[in-house]
């Protein structure tokens, strides 16, 4: 039963010398990777030099998160990949915990573990927390985070079937990575494990969020809340997600309205001042059309995969949660 564990490296000395030491104990279970992709810091020789029992896949450029991912995966013969932030601490048992889930679960084709706080390990983080889902417009949210709203670990959610599993922490079947053609290397960085797990379930497999596996995840290594190349990768990802994978009769109605909330984004950043966040929205837009006109993957928009509609929350979350006042998942109706 081999596992790979790739952690995507760019520029992240410091994050391999604190927890490549942990994810190498806790995982015996598993072949250690590190794919660099594209540093200019001195990584790859850190690596080779401190941790030589650490397999290198080295990339000659910056491919982003799901580019740089495809190109290392391609690489590397496993039963199971287990796609790993560098910033990342993993606890006693998790990839055995995961592994254990897989093979009890065969149509689970994806899985993460329960992603907690570096900076405060009672707490879940955001970049998954016990699992996600979207709603109707594409908003992504989790249980045990809502927005900013993130509820603290206290075992009020077991494993289960969910929409979505992160891209921190990420084990899936190689079998079915590549039977869906693996992660969308458009999408750069940034909501590309939703695309993923979309697909999958399109193809008729399950994603789950695994409650007795546990990693810590210190978060915001790349690009930060707030950064306008992230405003930009977020609203054009997510209008592309949809894009792709709603169903032709809803695609639409569900676009142009999903629109109107990002001209409504748009308008709080204009009354805070934040202009660089209007334009990175624009921008969004601006290659969303592009995407759709010139660019997009036919594979994945056609019939390829199995015609079926994957069901998440029907509501709104920005209407719960600013309207309604909702700010803990079991207070939603699904």
């Not at 869906?180 to 399109?202: N, P, S």
Request: aromatic share 14%; with cysteine.
């Amino acid at each position: 039963m081999s596992v790979a564990v790739v952690i995507l490296n760019y520029n992240g000395k410091a994050f391999l010398s604190k927890f490549l030491p942990k994810v190498i104990s806790t995982s015996p279970e598993g072949v250690i990777y590190v794919a660099d992709n594209g540093s200019t810091d001195d990584s790859i020789a850190f690596v080779q030099s401190e941790f030589p029992q650490v397999n290198l896949i080295h990339s000659s450029q910056n491919l982003g998160y799901a580019g740089g991912y495809n190109f290392a995966l391609k690489q590397i013969d496993a039963e199971y990949y287990v796609l790993m932030n560098s910033d990342i601490e993993p606890k006693e048992h998790w990839l055995s915990n995961l592994l254990a889930y897989f093979q009890a679960n065969p149509q689970v084709a994806a899985a993460q573990p329960f992603i907690l706080s570096y900076q405060e390990p009672h707490k879940f983080e955001y970049a998954g927390a016990a699992g996600g889902y979207w709603d109707r417009y594409g908003y992504a949210f989790c249980r045990g985070r809502i927005f900013d709203t993130i509820e603290n670990q206290t075992n009020q959610y077991e494993s289960a079937l969910v929409n979505w599993a992160t891209g921190a922490c990420l084990m899936v079947r190689s079998s079915v990575y590549w039977e869906v053609g693996g992660l969308d290397a458009y999408f750069f960085a940034h909501m590309e494990e939703i695309d993923l797990c979309w697909r999958m379930q399109r193809a008729g497999y399950n994603i789950a969020a695994v409650s007795t596996s546990e990693v810590l995840h210190v978060g915001g290594g790349t690009l930060a809340q707030g950064n306008p190349q992230k405003t930009y990768l977020n609203f054009r990802n997510n209008l592309i997600l949809l894009y792709k994978n709603l169903p032709t009769k809803k695609r639409l109605g569900i676009l142009f309205t999903r629109m109107l909330l990002d001209g409504l984004a748009g308008v709080q950043f204009l009354l805070k001042g934040e202009f660089k966040q209007i334009l990175a929205i624009l921008r969004a837009h601006r290659d969303f059309y592009g995407y759709v006109f010139f660019k997009k993957n036919k594979e994945n928009l056609a019939a390829e995969l199995a015609k079926k509609e994957v069901l998440s929350y029907q509501g709104s979350i920005v209407w719960d949660h600013f309207v309604r006042k909702i700010k803990l998942f079991p207070a939603l109706r699904f």
